[in-house]
């Protein structure tokens, strides 16, 4: 049975218990460009799961993103920040190693470290750059040493002849007679 008009009245709902702050529960992410610092990206929504969505899309854009979330009367507490021009770094280092062919970075090297991928690639090309050094200075002496024993070999050739008979002074038919001198002609 419905109540009267005159009960509904009077009756009233037991207030809820939980916290009536406006905009407790809404979130805000800020992204900025460093070719546009004057003009950010604010983004405010109550929606966590698309607040962190945009998060990553706007790092992946190369933004430098703060992820806040509201704490009342209007102040936000910073939950997380990320650089996406550092991300976006590491992510071309990477493929630069795999498209020049060094080996990827190691696990172990700087794990904890924003830029590891790119000091792993700076310092793979560097080391390239001088074994290629190295490598031309090789072949630069190697060919320096044929090149000699080239001249060497077309010496002995041409020489051959002259070389194969004794000197001209130790032939009997050039030899010298010694010369007896006196003292007083000398």
Same mark, same amino acid.
Do not use: F, S, Y
């Given at each position: 049975m419905s109540p009267t008009p005159k009960?509904?009245? /009077?009756?009233?709902?037991k207030p809820n218990a939980g916290d009536r702050t406006k905009?407790? $529960?809404s979130f805000r992410v800020e992204a900025s460009w460093d070719h546009r610092p004057n003009a950010?990206? #604010?983004?405010? /929504?109550?929606? !966590? $799961?698309?607040?962190?969505? $945009?998060? /990553? +899309? !706007?790092?992946?854009?190369g933004a430098y993103v703060i992820f806040q979330e509201h704490t009342g009367w209007d102040t936000w507490r910073t939950v997380r920040e990320v650089d996406g021009a550092a991300l976006l770094a590491e992510r071309a280092a990477e493929q630069q190693l795999a498209a020049a062919g060094q080996p990827p970075t190691p696990p172990g090297y700087r794990?904890?470290? +924003?830029?590891?991928?790119r000091t792993w690639f700076a310092w793979m090309d560097a080391r390239a750059e001088s074994e %290629?050094?190295?490598? +031309?200075?090789?072949?630069?002496?190697?060919? +320096?040493?044929?090149a000699r024993r080239r001249r060497l070999a077309a010496e002995?050739?041409?020489?051959? %002849?002259? !070389?194969?008979? =004794? =000197?001209?002074?130790?032939? =009997?038919?050039?030899?010298?007679?010694?010369?007896? #001198?006196?003292?007083?002609? %000398?």
């Open positions: 009960q509904q009245r /009077t009756h009233r709902r905009n407790v $529960k950010p990206v #604010i983004i405010r /929504t109550p929606d !966590l $799961k698309k607040a962190r969505r $945009k998060v /990553t +899309e !706007l790092a992946d854009k794990p904890d470290a +924003e830029d590891r991928h %290629r050094r190295a490598a +031309e200075q090789a072949a630069r002496e190697q060919a +320096e040493a044929d002995a050739r041409q020489h051959a %002849r002259a !070389l194969m008979n =004794p =000197p001209a002074i130790v032939r =009997p038919e050039h030899r010298q007679r010694a010369r007896h #001198i006196t003292g007083a002609q %000398r």
